[in-house]
């Protein structure tokens, strides 16, 4: 189980909170107002903010991506989502490459959380790209759906290949995404908002675009838009 599968421009966008800490983030947040609807709380504020931040993101109406990429034995996995799974969050991840145990633990972790969907990391966006690795991130995910988790964090680019294998049996939330004209930064792996909605993510994760934008709801609102129009 897991989230309802977006329907809308809103619900498709997850803004990555990437920021040092809970006075950034809330100040981000502040300035997203109600324009987003998703929020994405990832290992650097975690650490820095805790649970807190989690909390005071769901108090402001926000749906939470944990982005915690648990990799361990599954002992540890399983543990670890099942503490997590205690707090507001919706999506929370962990790497496949971990393998179809841990994936198992961490899926039954959150049997009485049937809005908190497990998903889990084919290829970071940082190093993916190629028919090679494209063929790795199916066979990942392959294992995620043998594991029965609710979804995949892959590239873009994989998205049509893995709907034509999976359709909605398998959640697609692709990071690296980028507006027409946006620096691509550290990610090798990237896709305009229509471009990936188009070759079947689910959910897109947009981070600087947005979060280092002089506005960063009206940047959220072009984002919309462009989908809007696809």
């Given at each position: ?12 966008l ?39 931040i989690?909390?005071e993101?769901?108090?402001r ?89 609710f ?19 398998l ?31 689910h ?15 009206e ?12």
């Open positions: 189980m897991g989230p309802t599968l977006p329907s809308s421009a809103r619900e498709r997850i803004v990555a909170l990437d920021v040092p800490g809970p006075r950034e983030a809330v100040a981000l947040l502040d300035r997203l107002g109600e324009e987003v609807l998703w929020v994405k709380i990832g290992l650097e504020l975690f650490c820095s903010a805790g649970p807190e989690v909390r993101s769901a108090g109406r926000k749906k939470v991506f944990l982005d915690l990429k648990f990799h361990d034995i599954p002992n540890t996995v399983g543990r670890a989502v099942e503490a997590v799974a205690r707090l507001p969050i919706q999506l929370v991840n962990m790497h496949a490459a971990a393998g179809a145990r841990a994936m198992e633990a961490a899926r039954d972790a959150v049997r009485g959380r049937d809005d908190l969907g497990v998903i889990a990391v084919t290829r970071l966006t940082s190093d993916a790209g190629g028919e090679a690795d494209f063929e790795d991130v199916a066979r990942m995910a392959e294992t995620v759906a043998e594991a029965k988790l979804g995949v964090v892959c590239p873009a680019g994989a998205s049509s290949r893995l709907r034509e294998r999976f359709g909605d049996r959640a697609r939330i692709c990071p690296g995404i980028r507006p027409a004209g946006a620096q691509a930064n550290d990610q090798v792996s990237i896709a305009t908002p229509a471009a990936a909605v188009r070759a079947g993510a959910w897109l994760v947009v981070g600087r675009p947005v979060t280092q934008a002089g506005d960063p709801a940047a959220a609102r072009r984002i919309r838009a462009e989908l809007e129009a696809s």
